[in-house]
Each structure stands twice: as C-alpha cells, then as structure tokens.
C-alpha cells in the first residue's frame, strides 16, 4: 500500500523560500520516478520536479534555476526546496509517484498521489 504525505507548505512573501516533503509509507520512493506537481486555482495541473531513480532531474521551465528536487531513500523522503518564490508559485503542491511514467513531467503517468499542502506566495 503507497501512501504518499506531503508537508511544509504555507504562507511566504515574494523572495522567500520553502522546503516541501513528501514522506513515503514504502519503498517507493527508492524503486520508482518521484515528481512534484501543483495546481492553482482554475489552471490546469503543471508538472514542476521530477527525479528518476538513476538520480535524473527534471524541471519544469517556470521553475528552472530556483527550485530542486531531492530525495533521502533512507528517511524514504522526496523533498522540494523552493527559492526565489514568486507570487505565481501559488498553488496545491502534490507529490507523486510511478515505476516509469512515460513523460517525467506528465502527471498523467502517475499511479500515486498525496494529499497536497498548499502554498501561497503573497
């Protein structure tokens, strides 16, 4: 059973930074592609952070240079640290994962999701 838990969102002014996690009830994350995507308000989901296991990143282009994906397959933990944060960052962040999604950044290739922890950037 894959139970993927996100945390560390919240408020943060423009400039700021935040680290995400997402906590891996298996081992999931040690045998499968982890992302990271986000949702606003009356847009579509956009794909932001993916990692494969061979260590592989990949970016979304709105968040290239300012945010990284990491992730501790001993604390079994996807990270997401985000910097230079702009107001348009704002969104639900869910954290995902899939033995081999055919597009990293495709979140439709993904069988597992969290809950989302929401973030705002004022």
């Known amino acids: 059973h894959v139970q993927l838990v996100e945390s560390g969102g919240g408020s943060v002014q423009a400039g700021g930074s935040l680290r995400l996690s997402c906590a891996d009830s298996s081992y999931t994350i040690s045998r499968s592609y982890m992302a990271w995507f986000r949702q606003a308000p009356g847009k579509e989901r956009e794909g932001v952070a993916a990692i494969a296991t061979s260590g592989s990143t990949y970016y979304g282009d709105s968040v290239k240079g300012r945010f990284t994906i990491s992730r501790d397959t001993g604390k079994k933990t996807l990270y997401l640290e985000m910097n230079d944060l702009k107001p348009e960052d704002t969104g639900m962040y869910y954290c995902?994962?899939?033995?081999?999604?055919?597009?990293?950044?495709?979140?439709?290739?993904?069988?597992?999701w969290g809950q989302g922890t929401q973030v705002t950037v004022s």
């Open positions: 995902a994962a899939d033995l081999e999604p055919m597009v990293p950044l495709g979140g439709q290739w993904y069988s597992y």
